[in-house]
């Protein structure tokens, strides 16, 4: 490399990038920003050598060879901070200023460094890459002119830009920000840099047609995400020293790039290699292969970004078989690992707990890969992040502004909440909003997307969301296609309509064309396709209609009062069995768990919901799987109940001898019904399902499910799929599945269904599909659009305390304390130091703030917030005070109205109104 000599650019000694106040008198208080940009160069250069699939991401979106990949994109990192030559941003150190440039200014820093480095990239630094032919491109003026390839590459250093997350809006004038020299020092450290990095290379000029426009836009998706990372690692003190030397940048460029292949196997960024010789019977829990199992072990895999969605039975291994097809999607080049959303943050601890067994044997053994989970109980594991997260021993100066945080606050923040990182990691397990949140204008949601653009992206159940979320979906697969990245979407009762749409999403994605009407009938299905791979459907009926130990059948009984659930349920465990009574809300579980509990004393009664912090839902979950999970035992189960919401038709691999279930949509019954004789526990006696409904009537009220479940009304709002449902039910008597399963769910979602609907709840229904239609509206609305590439086009991009991946009434986060008089501290006493355990989700109509607290107790929170990786900014801690054996606080809702919250580890967090004179 031809680097130059100090003597040659005195411009690189003027300007510093890194500061600190606490030096030794061995240390340097600052780290030259040149140097700096090299840092973060060196990053992205040794992490696209290292880890060749990430490579790959790019040189399919860009026609270039893998080196000069390599090379531009290193030269994007490395101007990516020129916004700190402002004399503006350079006087945040007033002695720096005077002993680098011998300078005094009074000018103050009214914009951040990286909206001001994004216009200069525009206006400064493109003309040179243009005038001086840095990238090697055609000049042809009958073909193209300098605004022709502006064009092409302006969303890549909009991504430069955006290195601290966002997207930043250009500024009206450059002179008012950087002085003459200022200016002239940029260009001349761009300049530099690019002899550094010897561009252009020896090639003919890239032709113009070679390149497009739209393909430049989805690139700079990913590489907005990239210069996040690499800042965020190229920042970090404890990996690259400061200095204040006077290397010549080639003398500096072999230093930095030691300190990034120290800092990568340090922080776990490079993956591990795929495990080729893994049989996958090994990836699932038994002896053999299980008819769909089957289906993903053989069918076709093509190294392109593909999409498979598998609709079969609950209980029939989907989890195991989205992991062969993870196994050989890796195998093909196709990922370096995967992420694993789940509908609810309840059950992601219970699914990362069913892939334990098996993630390992994915990946090559002896450099076992990094998981990040939803939680911090990750076990005997490596956890992402963990290093990379620290807080240095000598960070950096503070914030550059109130609203601007330096590179190193903002990673230690972001990899504080695990729920995040876990889309950075090898092997993730989260909800399926830490994926969503990539495709909507929130902070780091590049971050994100470069996470998922190198996984393979599983969703389970992906049937359980509302139009908004299922919108968000397609705008998800659609940048998924298009960014390198395959999905697996496991459901056992998706309807046609629906999967179409989740197909022609990923295909828009990829590029090709959208598929019509129609579609296999078949159940249960394995549905392929990508962008030269086509369209394929692989039905494993014929397998078996040759094994009747796949087909199950439930007896239905419906009744109508609860007190007729209630004596079902003694019955069962008067009989030595186990029951469990799912309700839809969190309030109506509550109140069912009581009435329970009073009318069948001898019982033991658990309640499980969402409505817990986090450790307590944990313990709650295992304690859960233990009394119903596949490796209970009989007396473990014996006399037991549980009353639970929706968190255990998701995911968690349960068992039960009776099941009840107040009424909810037809698919939902069936998940439920999946949690019955699910394991081989000798004769049980046939499965039955009671469901609790309104009374059937061929004219029934406008409120005829409103009148037996008020609050549920809220959470599944369109009667006539509810009436459709209990008519089924009514009709059959029972289930049997995979057998009915493609009529039950047409037979309650396919529009002509609608005609046998009684005409007053088809009118009872228009407000709430209206109100569909606006979910879906406004989540095409707010999401990002992949066309248009990564730019600021106003509106705020919040942070993610305000990021709304479902339309539920607003919400916060808090975090529970003990308050005894004196001490304050985390709920979750077993872990004293990890608030994270402590954390739950509140309604706003709940509870939107603490109420006022007496002086000490103030203090005391004020002292634990400043602790807090975040310093407080995503979540608030909420003390409890004990009065009597209850723990409470006060508060207020959203309309500033007094609430009493009260919360212990059985029933959770109960809201009580306050009266006032």
């Avoid at 914009?111 to 493109?126: A, K």
């Avoid at 995400?225 to 460029?253: K, R």
């Avoid at 469990?580 to 069948?600: F, M």
Wanted: glycine share 8%; with cysteine; net charge negative.
């Amino acid at each position: 490399m031809n680097g130059s000599s100090p003597s040659s650019c005195d411009c690189y000694y003027r300007y510093w990038g890194k500061s600190r106040t606490d030096t030794s008198e061995s240390e340097a208080s600052y780290h030259l920003l040149a140097y700096h940009c090299l840092d973060v160069a060196a990053v992205g250069w040794t992490l696209l050598r290292a880890d060749r699939r990430l490579c790959e991401r790019f040189t399919r979106l860009f026609p270039f060879s893998e080196d000069e990949t390599i090379r531009i994109i290193a030269f994007l990192l490395a101007v990516h901070d020129l916004g700190k030559c402002s004399v503006r941003f350079q006087n945040l150190a007033p002695e720096l200023l005077s002993d680098l440039q011998d300078l005094a200014s009074e000018k103050g820093y009214p914009e951040r460094h990286d909206r001001m480095g994004q216009s200069l990239l525009e206006r400064r630094i493109w003309p040179l890459i243009w005038s001086e032919d840095w990238f090697g491109l055609d000049r042809d003026p009958s073909v193209c002119d300098a605004a022709d390839w502006k064009g092409v590459w302006l969303p890549c250093l909009r991504a430069v830009g955006g290195h601290h997350g966002t997207p930043r809006p250009e500024l009206p004038a450059l002179e008012t920000y950087f002085d003459p020299a200022d200016l002239a020092g940029a260009e001349q450290m761009a300049r530099a840099f690019a002899e550094l990095l010897e561009l252009p290379m020896e090639r003919p000029p890239l032709q113009y047609d070679d390149i497009r426009e739209d393909r430049s836009r989805e690139a700079s998706w990913i590489l907005a995400g990239f210069v996040v990372l690499c800042d965020w690692i190229g920042s970090n003190t404890e990996a690259f020293d400061f200095h204040v030397e006077q290397f010549s940048l080639d003398e500096y460029w072999t230093i930095a790039l030691q300190s990034a292949r120290d800092a990568l196997d340090r922080f776990g960024l490079v993956p591990s290699g795929v495990n080729e010789d893994v049989d996958p019977v090994a990836l699932t829990s038994g002896s053999s292969l299980r008819p769909m199992q089957w289906a993903v072990s053989t069918c076709p895999i093509a190294p392109e970004p593909q999409l498979f969605i598998v609709e079969d039975v609950t209980g029939s291994g989907k989890t195991e078989a989205a992991l062969i097809l993870v196994h050989r999607l890796m195998a093909a080049g196709c990922a370096d690992g995967l992420f694993f959303g789940l509908p609810t943050m309840a059950t992601a601890n219970a699914m990362f707990e069913r892939m334990a067994g098996a993630y390992t044997r994915l990946f090559d053994r002896a450099r076992p890969p990094y998981v990040a989970l939803a939680h911090s109980r990750a076990g005997p594991v490596r956890e992402f992040g963990t290093r990379l997260g620290e807080v240095e021993r000598r960070p950096e100066r503070g914030g550059y502004a109130p609203s601007e945080e330096t590179a190193s606050v903002d990673r230690v923040t972001w990899l504080a909440d695990s729920r995040k990182k876990a889309l950075l990691a090898q092997v993730g397990v989260g909800t399926i909003d830490q994926a969503l949140m990539a495709i909507l204008p929130f902070r780091h949601q590049s971050l994100r997307l470069l996470g998922l653009a190198r996984h393979v992206l599983v969703v389970d159940e992906v049937h359980a969301y509302d139009p908004y979320m299922r919108q968000l979906l397609q705008v998800l697969l659609r940048f998924q296609g298009a960014l390198g990245g395959s999905a697996v979407l496991l459901s056992a009762t998706i309807p046609l309509g629906y999967r179409r749409q989740l197909v022609n999403s990923f295909l828009a994605g990829v590029g090709a064309p959208e598929i019509g009407e129609g579609g296999s009938t078949e159940y249960p299905l394995l549905t392929q396709c990508g962008a030269h791979v086509g369209l394929h459907y692989l039905s494993t009926a014929e397998e078996l209609e040759r094994s009747e130990t796949d087909r199950r059948r439930v007896e239905i009984e419906l009744v109508h009062e609860q007190s007729q659930v209630i004596e079902r349920l003694r019955s069962a465990v008067a009989a030595g069995g186990c029951a469990c009574y799912i309700c839809n809300t969190v309030g109506d579980a509550q109140a069912a768990h009581a009435a329970v509990s009073a009318a069948i004393p001898d019982a033991e009664v658990l309640l499980f919901h969402a409505r817990f912090a986090l450790g307590d839902r944990l313990d709650l979950e295992k304690e859960v799987l233990h009394r119903f999970g596949r490796s209970s035992t009989p007396e473990e189960r014996r006399g037991r109940i549980l009353v639970a919401t929706q968190v255990v038709e998701q995911s968690l691999d349960l068992d039960f001898d009776l099941m009840a279930t107040d009424l909810a949509p037809i698919d939902l019954v069936i998940q439920r019904a999946g949690r019955l004789h699910r394991h081989d526990r000798g004769d049980r006696g046939p499965a039955r399902l009671v469901v609790l409904v309104p009374q059937l009537e061929d004219e029934p009220a406008a409120n005829w499910y409103a009148s037996l479940f008020p609050r549920a009304i809220y959470v599944y709002p369109f009667q006539a799929e509810l009436w459709l449902t209990a008519r089924l039910l009514f009709e059959r008597g029972a289930i049997v599945m995979p057998d009915d399963a493609r009529d039950l769910i047409e037979g309650v979602f396919a529009p002509e269904a609608r005609l046998a609907v009684p005409a007053i709840l088809i009118a009872s229904d228009l407000r709430a599909e209206g109100e569909a239609r606006a979910q879906g509206a406004i989540a095409a609305m707010s999401s990002l659009d992949l066309r248009r590439g990564y730019r600021y086009e106003g509106g705020a991009w919040e942070d993610e305390t305000m990021a709304f991946t479902r339309l539920t009434e607003p919400s916060t986060t808090f975090l529970l304390a003990r308050w005894d008089g004196t001490t304050l501290t985390p709920w979750s006493l077993s872990e004293r130091d990890d608030w994270s355990l402590c954390r739950i989700t509140v309604q706003l109509s709940t509870l939107a703030r603490p109420g006022a607290m007496p002086t000490q107790l103030r203090d005391a929170v004020e002292i634990a917030t400043a602790r807090l990786p975040d310093r407080g900014r995503w979540q608030t801690i909420l003390p409890l005070v004990e009065s009597g054996g209850v723990w409470s606080a006060r508060g207020h809702d959203r309309r500033g109205r007094p609430v009493e919250i009260l919360y212990d580890s059985v029933r959770g967090l109960v809201k009580r109104d306050v009266e006032t004179s």
